[in-house]
């Protein structure tokens, strides 16, 4: 396994050396590295230690998303800046740990890992596996937020996963301050189990920074604020 690992490895470094605006070149780059995370990501269950999925890596496997209806799979990675994100969706760390109590927020890019939050709609099944532990939640609300004017709080005691991505989907310059936001809470009912108070406030923190941690990919800056 790692010598096919190393090609692997390899060919994504060279995928990384082809020009920006070619069409394909988010999708492959994106394509290739979940390969190789769920390699790290399984290491990381066997091992109990961090993984990083390449040599040069800064972040590692975190979490593994799951939407069985849209047939979605996805490994999560550990930070959320635009780097991480080239690579898969990424956990903000300063909110509570994949599948743990209090509000986790996981963000990706529009038009490659969370281009599927476009098909999710309220009810349906989301699985969320971390380490020791995995979390069955229910998709309570899509909102599409501004991130001008609300941004989210989780100084909160409240139990929720907050999936973000910009705004439109289709939108052919990055940059905007528009957000797409599914709110899923835990169990089996998809009855709001936290209140849009104690997700999101105007109070929260500056745009640079939840808890200090949160940063975005380069079209997603600073945490979303929330409109009624």
């Not at 988010?26 to 390449?54: C, F, I, T």
């Not at 990706?108 to 995995?134: C, K, Y």
């Not at 500056?206 to 079209?219: C, K, N, R």
Request: with cysteine; net charge neutral; proline share 8%.
């Amino acid at each position: 396994m790692a010598q096919p690992s190393r090609r692997l490895a390899l060919l994504l470094a060279l995928c990384a050396c082809m020009p920006l605006g070619h069409a394909s070149y988010m999708q492959a780059k994106a394509g290739l590295a979940q390969v190789l995370l769920r390699q790290a990501w399984q290491r990381h269950l066997e091992s109990g230690d961090a993984a990083r999925p390449w040599p040069w890596a800064d972040m590692s496997p975190v979490a593994r998303l799951r939407v069985a209806r849209l047939g979605v799979d996805e490994i999560v990675l550990s930070g959320d800046s635009g780097r991480t994100l080239a690579f898969g969706p990424g956990w903000a760390e300063s909110s509570a740990p994949p599948a743990s109590s209090g509000l986790s927020v996981i963000s990706a890019h529009r038009d490659t890992h969370f281009a599927f939050l476009r098909q999710l709609s309220v009810g349906d099944a989301i699985t969320l596996d971390a380490m020791h532990e995995a979390e069955d939640y229910r998709v309570a609300s899509i909102r599409i937020v501004d991130a001008r004017h609300e941004r989210i709080e989780t100084a909160t005691a409240a139990d929720a996963l907050l999936l973000v991505t910009c705004y439109p989907f289709d939108a052919l310059d990055p940059g905007g301050p528009l957000r797409y936001v599914v709110t899923a809470v835990p169990g089996r009912s998809a009855q709001p189990a936290v209140t849009q108070a104690q997700a999101f406030g105007a109070s929260s923190l500056s745009s640079s920074s939840i808890g200090g941690a949160w940063s975005g990919p380069p079209d997603m800056p600073g945490p979303p604020r929330m409109p009624g």
